[in-house]
């Protein structure tokens, strides 16, 4: 990262929720997912990550959780520290939840039964296999009501919307009593009222409960509206770093472009949609309890 850029102002933080340290991506076939990163996240901050398509806002967003394996560099956890040992790596899983795209729902369940796979890190494989406690399903039942969705619990989660389908994934991270919540694109399959609502809604409960978040978007209209902090990448690197409020045409053509910055409302990747929901259905979110 280049500390001299004006378009960098890191916040100054007593604490932090999570950090990187020199962090690094080079994939198996060579190519550089995540250049030198180092960054530090405040707790209960709503941070969105904008840049292109390829950028490496997914690559970041899966090495904060290991479904991406960093080359070189540290992550640290509060409470935790480097996540890198395998034990490590399932204490931050447990409390570091994910929302994708794509929802990565299991769609002949019923809504209650995707929202119960939230629970399924805080038990063994073997416990996992029978029905879980009652106390799960108050959790997952209490989760569906904060999104909205209680009446839907014993419905296929396939005769769902797109919409109430991302609200079934936010309720399945919640149900995970997350301290991070990770969300990579959240809203990039619905439309755009849907978009600001399903947004709004993973950003009040974020702040209801001090959750940290990091979310990568793709519509800077919606960074400007919900971010306490805007984290711009380029080519594996972070070329801004700042309040949503320094967002001008300057800093939105050093994270795109020049020439590139979107418009208002504008999605900044229309043919970034499909490329990503392939690589998302390599990861299914039961990958992250095993
Ligand atoms: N599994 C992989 N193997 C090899 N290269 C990869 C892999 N996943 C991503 N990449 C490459 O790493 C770089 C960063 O990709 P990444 O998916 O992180 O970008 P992104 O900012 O999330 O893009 P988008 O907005 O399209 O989702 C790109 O060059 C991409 O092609
Ligand atoms: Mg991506």
Request: aromatic share 4%; hydrophobic share 40%; glycine share 10%.
């Amino acid at each position: 990262m280049d500390s001299t850029s004006p378009f960098i102002t890191e916040p100054l933080l007593d604490k932090s929720a999570l950090s990187l340290d020199a962090v690094e991506v080079v994939y198996p076939d060579g190519t550089i997912g995540l250049r030198a990163t180092s960054l530090r996240f405040a707790p209960g901050d709503f941070v969105v990550l904008l840049g292109p398509s390829g950028a490496g806002k997914s690559t970041l967003l899966r090495s904060l959780n290991g479904l991406v394996r960093t080359t070189s560099g540290t992550i640290d956890v509060a409470g935790i520290g480097d996540i890198r040992p395998r034990r490590a790596l399932r204490r931050h899983r447990q409390r570091c939840a994910m929302v994708f795209q794509q929802h990565q729902l299991i769609g002949r369940l019923t809504t209650l039964q995707n929202v119960l796979t939230g629970r399924l890190s805080y038990h063994s494989t073997l416990r996992s296999l029978w029905p879980l406690p009652l106390a799960d399903k108050r959790i997952a039942l209490d989760c569906l009501d904060r999104v909205g969705l209680l009446d839907c619990a014993l419905r296929r989660v396939d005769e769902l919307s797109g919409g109430q389908q991302q609200r079934v994934g936010i309720a399945r991270a919640l149900a995970q009593q997350p301290q991070i919540m990770l969300a990579d694109e959240p809203v990039a399959s619905l439309d755009p009222a849907t978009s600001i609502r399903v947004l709004g809604l993973i950003h009040s409960i974020c702040k209801a409960d001090g959750i940290t978040a990091i979310v990568s978007l793709h519509q800077v209209d919606l960074a400007r509206r919900f971010a306490d902090r805007v984290v711009g990448i380029g080519a594996g690197s972070v070329v801004f770093d700042g309040p949503p409020d320094r967002l001008d045409d300057a800093a939105l053509s050093a994270i795109y472009g020049a020439g590139a910055a979107p418009a208002a409302g504008e999605r900044t990747d229309p043919a970034g949609v499909a490329g990503e929901a392939a690589r998302e259905s390599d990861h299914h979110p039961l990958q992250a309890v095993a």
